[in-house]
Every structure is written in C-alpha cells, then in structure tokens.
C-alpha cells in the first residue's frame, strides 16, 4: 500500500519513520514534511496550508496512494477527513463533526457526561463575572482553559485567582471567546492513544508526557518538552480500564449520535486518589508522545492504520511490543513557548542521525529547514525530538541525552529531568488515607 501523511512535526517524522519500517507499505509520502522527513521519503509542500484538501488530494492521486494519515488537529477540525474520504480515498483521522471533541473543550464535556465518563466537574462560561463564580465554587489549584484549540498553550493552572482570572479573560477576549473552569486534578499524567474505527476499539501502550517547559514541572505549559514509555510504574489492568470506563462508551457515544470516531482518540489522564480521570481529549496522536509510544510498536503500522481507516480493527491480531523503553527530548528553541526564536543554525543532528544504529539514539525533526546552502536552520518552537532506547529507562535516558549532547543550537533549551522521576521510582498513584 501507498501512505500520505500530512503534517511537519517530529510526530509524523515517526509516524513515516515506522510506515517505512512495514514490510507491506510500498511507498510513504508527506506533505509538507520536513527535513528529516524529507531524508527519508518524498516530500510535497501544500502552499494553502494543512488544511487545503485540494492540494491534499491531488498529492494523493499523483501519488496513488490508499491511505491518507492526518497527524494535527487544525486540519481535521477544518474537515480535511471529510474530503479525502469524500474522494473515496481511505482517511486515518476523524471527521470535522467527530474532532470537535478536542476542538472544543466544552463539547468534550458534555458527551463525557452523556457517555457517564470520569472527568473533573467543570463550568463553561462566556463572562468574566461567570468566571469569577466559578473559580470561587471549585476552588484552588485554579484551572482555566480556552474552550478553543489553543495548541496545548490555553491552559493556566495557579493558585493565584487574579493570574486565573486574566487567562478567563483574555480568551474571552477573542470572538466567540469560551472558557472552561475545571476541577483541580491531583496524580500523575498519563496519555493513552486509542486507535479506533468508529466502533473498536485499539489501545497503544501508555506514555507520559512532560508538558510544563522548566525542570520539575515548573514554567508555562508547552505542546510538550518530553516523553517516555513504557510506564512501569502504572496500576495493572489501568489500560484495560481506560478502555472500558472511557474510550469506548466516548465512542460508542460518538456513533450514536451519528458522528462515529475514526483516528486516535488520545486520552490524557490524571490517575487520581479517586481512579482515572479525563483531563483531555485529542483527536490525533500527541506530540512528543508518539515518538515513544510508535519506537516501541512492533504490529506493522500500516495495517493497523488501514484497518482503523477501514472499520476492521476488529480483523486484526493482538498488538505487538518491543520489550524496551523509550525516552524522548525535545529540543526547544530560545524563547520557546512564549516567542520562539528562529534562523539558528541547527549542528549536529545529521552526526547523530548517523551514528543513529550504534548509539541506539536517533533524532526526528520538527521546527527544522534546509537553507539554500544546505545546513539545518530552526524554524519552529520545538525543533527537534530526540529518542533514546535501552533495555532498561535509565540506559533509554543515558542514550537520548547524549544524543541531545550532541546537538548544537544557539540559544535551545531542553530538560534534564525527563522520566527521572521514573527511573527513581518516585513517581505513584496517590492511594485514599
Ligand atoms: P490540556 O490542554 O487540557 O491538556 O491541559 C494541559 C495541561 O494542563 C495538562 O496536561 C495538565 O498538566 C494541566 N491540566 C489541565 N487540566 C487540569 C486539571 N483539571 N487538573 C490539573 N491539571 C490540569
Ligand atoms: N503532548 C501533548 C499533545 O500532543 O497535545
């Protein structure tokens, strides 16, 4: 089979980077892609943007692909899906009625609630008097968030009320501003990808993510600064669970209501004193999660692709596993999140590429261009995600960070403290007491 995957981040470098690795994929193109993508298979640019579905299917037809993969939100919130399936073309990515389940915050909560799914309560308002109430009826740690899609930047969670009530007000501000005030949730984080085909469901192996930019979770939330998988620490039986008490009744919903889920329904979690609880849903794969949680998966990802795209996730066997951790890094640039700086020459990252095979480290672009000259300019706020594996987490650490010692970007930030915690064994589910 053919595969288009649409999208330029260190997301769909692995996604490509595993399609290659299917024996039954016969040719993988992207668009736009990126340099490290484009290193490793065609790549096409869309001058209208992501969400062009023209330009998107004459790709796909020049090509003669079978598959289109959607990786970010904007594209299938704008219904990119809707139209390559409407062109009669296989899609692996939910419809614009389906993705509104990350498109808007509210949405999510209310079929949450239809389908009678774990969340923390929450209060949607469209004043800033509104938000004020609410912030005094949950109560501190405040949690604020834009209704809209804010690239994982829309969160402000404080426990000083003025700070809350700003953020309220400022996506107020924009039209059609909403707001969500949410319940604090307190336990670890964890994302669960689940693929589905608008009626079975998939799981991937859980991963955790580290989305505030500074060491121990301290700074601005960020779309992600790093990610491991698997969790050894987590509660047996938690995917099982996830599965049952979440994502499938989410889906079962979604079908019911005549707007079945096709794609990734990431899940991300808080495990609280009190059990799984939702914080988010995303209607794609999460970054950087993706580049773990794929390193690791042994089912060919073609197929199970297809098989989502095609409503026969039933018809496919067990997944299968690498016995191994992965750990990503992302490598950000200066001032990243607030005001990304870009144009620095990026050294180092086609010596680590090389060395990829010995090292058991690799490094996947996002925020990256070939200036004419040809060397690595930065052009985004995470520029690169650079995976490590080994058989223990510890050695997956070890790897991904001498890889990331290897990188030269003036002024690049990244932490230090990626899955420490785990390789402590200090991280737990809060247990009643
Ligand atoms: P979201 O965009 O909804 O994923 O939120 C981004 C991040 O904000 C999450 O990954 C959490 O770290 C934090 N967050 C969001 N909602 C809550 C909540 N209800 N309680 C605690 N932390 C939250
Ligand atoms: N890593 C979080 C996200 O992809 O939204």
Redesign the pocket.
């Known amino acids: 089979m053919k595969v288009l995957v649409i999208g330029s981040g260190a997301r769909e470098h692995a996604i490509v980077r595993a399609l290659t690795l299917d024996p039954t994929v016969d040719a993988v193109v992207a668009a736009p892609g990126n340099p490290g993508i484009a290193a490793l298979v065609p790549c096409e640019a869309l001058e209208g943007g992501m969400a062009d579905a023209d330009a998107v299917l004459e790709v796909a037809r020049r090509y003669e692909v079978d598959l289109v993969v959607v990786g970010p939100e904007a594209p299938l919130v704008a219904g990119l899906a809707d139209a390559v399936r409407a062109a009669g073309l296989a899609c692996f990515g939910p419809s614009s009625a389906a993705a509104v389940l990350e498109g808007s915050k509210a949405f999510a909560k209310e079929v949450m609630s239809s389908a009678d799914v774990p969340t923390?309560r929450a209060l949607v308002c469209t004043t800033v008097d509104e938000v004020d109430d609410a912030l005094g009826a949950l109560g501190a740690p405040h949690?604020v968030?834009d209704d809209g899609l804010a690239a994982?930047k829309?969160?402000v969670?404080t426990d000083d009320r003025d700070e809350a009530l700003a953020h309220g007000r400022a996506c107020l501000d924009k039209p059609g501003g909403r707001v969500v005030v949410?319940?604090?949730?307190d336990g670890p984080?964890v994302s669960l990808f689940c693929i589905c085909d608008g009626q079975h469901v998939v799981p991937l192996a859980p991963a955790q993510d580290f989305?505030r930019v500074g060491e121990g979770d301290t700074g601005p939330?960020t779309g992600g600064m790093g990610a491991y998988s698997p969790l050894d620490w987590a509660p047996a039986g938690l995917v099982d669970d996830v599965v049952a008490r979440i994502a499938q009744p989410v889906v079962d919903e979604m079908h019911r209501r005549g707007t079945p889920f096709v794609g990734v329904l990431y899940v991300?979690l808080?495990l609280t004193v009190r059990g799984p609880r939702v914080?988010?849903f995303n209607v794609r794969f999460g970054d950087p999660e993706t580049q773990v949680v794929l390193d690791r998966l042994r089912t060919p990802l073609g197929r199970l692709l297809m098989a989502a795209a095609t409503g026969r996730l039933d018809e496919l066997e067990p997944l299968r596993w690498a016995d191994e951790h992965a750990v990503t890094v992302v490598v950000a640039a200066a001032g990243y999140p607030a005001s990304p700086r870009t144009g620095d020459v990026v050294t180092g990252a086609d010596a680590a590429e090389a060395a990829a095979a010995e090292a058991g480290a690799y490094v996947l672009h996002a925020g990256t261009v070939r200036s004419a000259d040809g060397s690595l300019v930065s052009a985004g706020g995470r520029v690169l995600s650079v995976v490590g594996r080994g058989a223990t987490l510890a050695q997956a650490r070890e790897r991904a960070y001498a890889a990331v010692d290897g990188i030269g970007l003036d002024g690049s930030h990244h932490r230090r403290d990626i899955a420490e915690k785990a390789e402590r064994g200090e991280v737990a589910v809060p247990v009643a007491g």
Do not use: D, T
């Open positions: 923390g949690v968030k994982g829309g969160v969670v949410e319940e604090y949730l984080e989305k939330n991300g808080a914080i988010e």
